[in-house]
C-alpha cells in the first residue's frame, strides 16, 4: 500500500466514526462521546484535507449533514402560537420596551411587570380538558408541536389533573436538567439543555423515566375562562395546582428595579441548580397583554432581558468576506478556535466596513471576543499593543464575490449612505442566489425539515439545486448515492418538500427574499393582491406600474419597500425564478382574521392622537375586525377615523372633497364598545 492509499484508508476510518457520532446525536439524541472529543476528531479530519485537498473528493467535511428528530413524533397545531420572544441586551433596551408598551397602550403611568428567571431548557405546553392531562407539545416551530405526551407524563412535577380548573386551559412551561443531576449525564450529553431536549425525544418513555426532567410553569395558552387579572396572580394559582414555580419570580414597577433585579440575578446565576441567560420581563396586567398582542413572531408584551455574553480572547488569522440573501457583503474574522461561553467558535461576525474601519481590525490582531446575546460571536474590541510591526491596514473589497461591483445605497428614509456594501445582482450572482434558497427553506419560510444551510450547500456544489423550483423537481435517485441518505431520509424529505408546495400568498410572498419585505409587509402586500394571479401582474412591466403606484395607499407600505419591490422585479432573472417557482406551488389566496367583522372589506386611515387608546392599536383593532388599513388618502378610502389630538387638517380637507367619510375619536369608540 502506497503512502497516499495509507492516508486515504486512515481518512476513511475517520470519516466513518464522525458520521456514525453524527447519527448518535442528531437521530438518535444520544451522543456517544463528548463534545471536545468530537471535536478533536473532526479537527484531525480538517487537517488532514487541508494538507491533502484530494481527500475532498472521498468526502467533504462541510457537507456533513445532520438529521432532525422530530419525525419521530406525530404533528399537532398549537391552539395558541408559542411565539418566541424579543430581546433586550442593556437598559436602553428596557427602556425602548417599556416606552413601545406605553405608546401602544397611549398610557403615561407607570406600568407593573412580571419578573421570571428565564430557564434555558426546552419549552412545552399542556393541555387540560375537564382537569385532566390529555396531551403535551413540544414548541416546535411555534405553530406546530410535537406530541410528546408519554415523555412528559414521566416527570413527576407535572400534575396529571387539577381542581377547580377552567374546562381548558394550556399550561405552558420550561423542562429543564439540574446541574447537579447533569453531572452523572454530562458524558452522553454536550450540556444540560441538550439532555433535556434528547431525553423529551426519545422514543421510549421509559428511557425518559430514567432521566431526572423537572418543570417550571411561567405561563399559559388557550383557556376557555379567564380566572386571572395579571400575571402574577396566574402563578399563584398553578402554584396551587401544584406546578412548580420558580422562587425567583416577583412584580417590579420601574426601570432602576428591572436594572437592580438583572445585576442581583446574574451575580448567583452561577450558584442556581439550573442554567438561566437572562430575566423574562412580562407586562402584569393580562388585559393589557390583550390589548397589546403580539407581532408574526413575538408577543408585544414581553421581553427577554439577557444576561451579559461570556468573553474571550483570539488572535485573528483571516478575514473573509461572505455574501448574504440581500446581497449585502459581511466581513468575517476566522480566529483562532477558542471556547467561549461553552462553544467553540471560530469565526466572528465584523458586521460592515465602517466597523473594521473604526475598530481598525486587522489580521493578525489579538482581539476579544463574546457572543452576543449569548448567540453570535463577534469582535468587541483590539489591543493594540500586542499588534506586529508588519501588520497592514484592512481594505475593503469593492466588489463581490461574483466579481461584480457593490455599492452603499442612499436611505430613502434617513437620506443616509447605508454602512452596509450589496451585490445588487440578485440571482444573478450566485452567491446571493445559493443564500436566498436557504432563507426560502427556513422556518419561518417554507420550513422544509431535513434541507438545512448545510444540504443546500452541497445540493448547490452538486448543480441539485440553482433556482428555487429545482428544490421541487429533485433527482431523489441521485441523492440517495451520497453519503449519510437512505431510504428513510428520502422518503422524509420528499414528504416535507411535498408539504411546503402548498403555502399562503403572504407567506410566498415573505419567502422569495424581497429586500425590506418582512412577514409584517408580506401580510399587507397578501391583504392586497388576495391572489396569486393578481401578484403574478408584477411579472408585467405596465401592469406593474400601476400596481406599484397603488401599493402607496397601503399604510406600512412606504418609498422604501415600493422601490425595493420594483427593483426585484425588474430584474429578468428574478422575475423568470419566480414565475418558475410559483408554476409548481399551490398558493393559497389570503385569508384575513376576520372576515365577518365591524369592519369587513372596509378601507380605513387614521389622523391624530387618541385618548384612551394609541393609533397602533387603534390599527390593530381595526385589522381585527376585517379592515384593511391606508396610508394616504383617496377615493379607495371609506372611513378616515379623527382623533381629537392635532389631526392632520389637509388630510381631512382631502377626505371631504372625496366625499370619505369622516368618523371621530367617540364614534370609534362607539363602534368598538369601548
Known amino acids: 500500500m502506497t503512502e497516499k492509499e495509507k492516508i486515504k484508508e486512515e481518512y476513511r476510518e475517520k470519516v466513518q466514526k464522525l458520521l456514525k457520532y453524527n ?49 419521530k413524533f406525530k404533528k399537532v397545531k398549537h391552539s395558541k402560537p408559542m411565539l418566541s420572544l424579543a430581546n433586550a441586551f442593556d437598559k436602553e433596551g428596557m427602556i425602548d420596551f417599556e416606552k413601545k408598551v406605553k405608546n401602544f397602550l397611549n398610557i403615561s ?12 431548557g426546552i419549552s412545552a405546553s399542556l393541555r387540560y380538558e375537564n382537569g385532566k392531562l ?46 447537579k443531576d447533569f453531572e452523572n449525564l454530562k458524558d452522553k450529553f454536550a450540556n444540560p439543555r441538550n439532555a433535556a431536549g434528547g431525553s423529551l425525544r426519545q422514543k421510549d418513555s421509559k428511557e425518559t423515566k430514567k432521566i431526572p426532567l423537572k418543570f417550571f410553569a411561567y405561563g399559559i395558552g388557550e383557556i376557555s375562562s379567564s380566572i386571572f387579572k395579571n400575571q402574577s396572580d396566574l402563578l399563584k394559582k398553578l402554584k396551587n395546582w401544584n406546578f412548580p414555580i420558580n422562587q ?86 476566522k480566529i483562532d478556535p477558542v471556547t467561549v461561553g461553552g462553544v467553540v467558535v471560530s469565526n466572528a461576525t465584523l458586521h460592515n466596513e465602517d466597523e473594521i474601519n473604526r475598530k481598525d481590525i486587522r489580521v493578525g490582531d489579538t482581539v476579544t471576543i463574546q457572543r452576543a446575546g449569548d448567540v453570535i460571536p463577534q469582535v468587541l474590541s483590539v489591543d493594540k499593543s500586542k499588534r506586529s510591526e508588519n501588520s497592514k491596514k484592512f481594505i475593503f473589497p469593492n466588489k463581490c464575490l461574483c466579481g461584480y461591483p457593490t455599492k452603499k445605497e442612499i436611505s430613502l428614509t434617513t437620506k443616509k449612505t447605508d454602512a452596509v456594501r450589496r451585490c445588487i445582482r440578485g440571482y444573478e450572482c450566485d452567491f446571493t442566489a445559493r443564500e436566498k434558497l436557504k432563507h426560502i427553506v427556513s422556518k419561518d419560510a417554507f420550513d422544509i425539515e431535513g434541507l438545512g444551510k448545510k444540504v443546500i450547500d452541497n445540493f448547490w456544489k452538486l448543480k441539485f439545486i440553482k433556482e428555487p423550483s429545482d428544490i421541487f423537481r429533485l433527482n431523489y435517485e441521485k441523492i440517495e448515492e451520497l453519503e449519510g441518505w437512505g431510504k428513510l431520509s428520502i422518503k ?55 400596481i406599484l403606484k397603488n401599493l402607496y395607499d397601503l399604510d406600512g407600505i412606504g418609498d422604501t419597500q415600493v422601490k425595493s419591490i420594483e427593483d426585484f422585479f425588474s430584474n429578468q432573472k428574478n422575475s423568470n425564478f419566480i414565475q418558475s417557482l410559483m408554476s409548481v406551488l399551490n398558493i393559497d389566496d389570503f385569508r384575513k382574521i376576520n372576515k365577518k367583522g365591524k369592519l369587513s372589506n372596509k378601507n380605513i386611515m387614521f389622523t391624530g392622537g387618541f385618548e384612551k387608546m394609541s393609533r397602533s392599536e387603534a390599527k390593530a383593532l381595526a385589522e381585527e375586525n376585517g379592515a384593511k388599513i391606508l396610508g394616504s388618502v383617496s377615493k379607495k378610502l371609506d372611513y378616515l377615523v379623527i382623533g381629537n389630538s392635532k389631526p392632520t387638517k389637509k388630510k381631512i380637507e382631502k377626505a371631504k372633497d372625496l366625499k370619505v367619510d369622516l368618523m371621530t375619536e367617540d364614534k370609534w369608540y362607539d363602534l368598538l364598545n369601548r
Open 23 to 71: 447519527r448518535s446525536y442528531f437521530e438518535r439524541d444520544n451522543p456517544i462521546i463528548s463534545d471536545s472529543e468530537y471535536d478533536k476528531l473532526k479537527q484531525e479530519l480538517l487537517n488532514l484535507s487541508k494538507k491533502h485537498p484530494y481527500l475532498k473528493k472521498i468526502q467533504d467535511l462541510g457537507n456533513i449533514i445532520g438529521s432532525k428528530p422530530s419525525v
Open 109 to 120: 403611568s407607570q406600568i407593573e411587570l412580571s419578573s421570571e428567571p428565564k430557564i434555558d
Open 134 to 179: 390529555v396531551y403535551g407539545l413540544s414548541r416546535g416551530d411555534g405553530t406546530f408541536g410535537e406530541n410528546i405526551t408519554e415523555n412528559l407524563t414521566t416527570i413527576k412535577e407535572i400534575p396529571k389533573t387539577l381542581p377547580n380548573c377552567p374546562n381548558i386551559i394550556e399550561v405552558r412551561g420550561e423542562v429543564y436538567i439540574g446541574k
Open 248 to 333: 425567583h419570580c416577583k412584580v417590579i414597577t420601574s426601570i432602576d428595579a428591572i436594572e437592580k433585579n438583572h445585576k442581583e440575578l446574574e451575580e448567583i446565576r452561577s450558584s442556581l441548580d439550573y442554567d438561566v441567560d437572562g430575566i423574562v420581563y412580562k407586562v402584569n396586567d393580562l388585559n393589557f397583554q390583550d390589548r397589546l398582542g403580539s407581532t408574526s413572531n413575538s408577543p408585544r408584551w414581553a421581553i427577554a432581558y439577557k444576561f451579559s455574553s461570556v468573553k474571550a480572547y483570539s488572535k485573528i488569522t483571516k478575514i473573509v468576506i461572505q455574501v448574504g440573501r440581500t446581497g449585502a457583503i459581511t466581513p468575517v474574522a
Open 492 to 546: 422524509n424529505l420528499k414528504k416535507a418538500i411535498k408539504e411546503s408546495s402548498n403555502i399562503s400568498l403572504d407567506k410566498f410572498i415573505y419567502s422569495i427574499g424581497i429586500r425590506h419585505i418582512g412577514q409584517e409587509n408580506a401580510k399587507i402586500l397578501g391583504a392586497f393582491f388576495k391572489t396569486d394571479k393578481k401578484f403574478s401582474e408584477l411579472f408585467n412591466i405596465k401592469k406593474r406600474k400601476d
